[in-house]
């Protein structure tokens, strides 16, 4: 276990200067229970790559780096197998070996910034597709017994961007590792996303879909309207997409017919929030150094040199402007330190 510099600029995607009482980064789960043990880690805050996390002011406790690694693949039949792999791992690194295996399941989820550590914890999802749909186990350290727990998909309670460790289990468990079902020879691609699918009939392919077609379109599309993190600090979406009432969804498109409504299970409508900020005007807004991305409004930039607080009033400027405009709470995605 070793001790860093408390500095934390280069642990978030955001980038933003803050400090810690110390930082330390775990390199084995031995580590962990080392660091588990110590007075260090009252009040600790584990991080994966910091890609969802802004430190709007100092942090006044410990900070461990979520660094230890190993991923191996299990087979389960002819069509099946079972990526087990190190909370450590970062995401996307982990998808395209998983896809060089042979192995599908993961490619919608490309280019997403992170570690496989906190994947479980937001439940991360992108182009249709969500780390549930392929979560098989994960296991786990409570922060006080040192007792190891293993959770199946039904016990994380996986939901939109949510998940125990987000809400009853919230702080209390460390992940260490995540086995995820994935297909092997019979694979299905999943290109219904309405971007994804458009992406797929300009390119005009002929042979069967694979995966790794399908993260390459993905990547693609990030590409061309998401900010690269190493160049302009983000953490992806800052706020959810809104679920509303069926009559409220009624009213807002009576107003706006072109909303973009995706109609719930359960009767109620998820509402684009970057559409709702873009029809505002607000892309490219500025509020010191702090932006709305000219491309995607959902995202807040860090332009250069910005500090944490100063995305935290954009925040807090575009979450009055949409209640006013509205009637919509919107609720940040991003946890806020
Ligand atoms: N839209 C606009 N203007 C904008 C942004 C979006 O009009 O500035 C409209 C789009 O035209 C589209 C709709 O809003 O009709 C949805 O936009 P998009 O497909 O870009 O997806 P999103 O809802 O903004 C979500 C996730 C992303 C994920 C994409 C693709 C959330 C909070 N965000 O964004 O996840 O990559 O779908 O699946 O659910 C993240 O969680 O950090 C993230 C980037």
């Not at 709305?292 to 930039?301: G, M, P």
């Not at 935290?312 to 609720?331: A, M, N, P, Q, W």
Request: glycine share 8%.
């Amino acid at each position: 276990m070793s001790e860093l510099s408390p500095l934390l600029n280069d642990f978030t995607t955001f980038g933003v200067a803050a400090k810690a009482k110390s930082v330390h980064a775990l390199t084995s789960t031995a580590e962990l229970h080392q660091f588990l043990k110590s007075p260090q880690s009252e009040h600790s805050l584990f991080l994966g790559q910091g890609s969802n996390v802004l430190f709007s002011s100092d942090y006044p406790y410990s900070v461990a780096l979520v660094r230890w690694k190993g991923k191996q693949v299990k087979l389960l039949s002819d069509s099946e197998a079972l990526l087990i792999a190190a909370a450590g791992e970062p995401w996307h690194e982990l998808v395209m070996w998983s896809l060089d295996q042979g192995l599908g399941g993961l490619e919608n989820l490309a280019l997403i910034p992170g570690s496989l550590g906190a994947a479980p914890i937001q439940n991360i999802g992108a182009y249709g597709v969500e780390l549930k749909d392929v979560f098989e186990w994960c296991k786990a350290v409570h922060r006080t017994t040192l007792a190891e727990r293993t959770f199946d998909a039904e016990e994380c309670g996986f939901g939109y961007r949510e998940s125990i460790f987000k809400n009853e289990l919230k702080d209390q468990y460390v992940l260490t590792e995540v086995a995820l079902r994935l297909s092997r020879n019979a694979h299905r691609v999943n290109t219904s996303y309405s971007p994804l699918q458009q992406w797929f009939n300009q390119a005009s392919l002929h042979a069967p879909i694979s995966p790794l077609d399908v993260a390459k379109a993905v990547c693609s599309i990030r590409r061309s309207k998401l900010p690269d993190p190493k160049v302009l600090g983000n953490a992806g979406s800052f706020f959810k997409n809104p679920v509303i009432s069926a009559q409220k969804a009624k009213e807002l498109s009576a107003h706006y017919p072109e909303t973009p409504l995706y109609p719930q299970a359960n009767g109620s409508f998820k509402v684009a929030a970057g559409w709702l900020i873009d029809r505002l005007n607000l892309k490219g807004f500025k509020l010191g150094k702090a932006a709305v991305h000219e491309k995607q409004a959902l995202v807040l930039i860090n332009s250069g040199g910005a500090s944490g607080r100063e995305i935290v009033d954009l925040s807090k400027h575009i979450k009055k402007r949409i209640l006013e405009t509205y009637g919509i709470e919107l609720e940040e995605e991003v946890t806020i330190y």
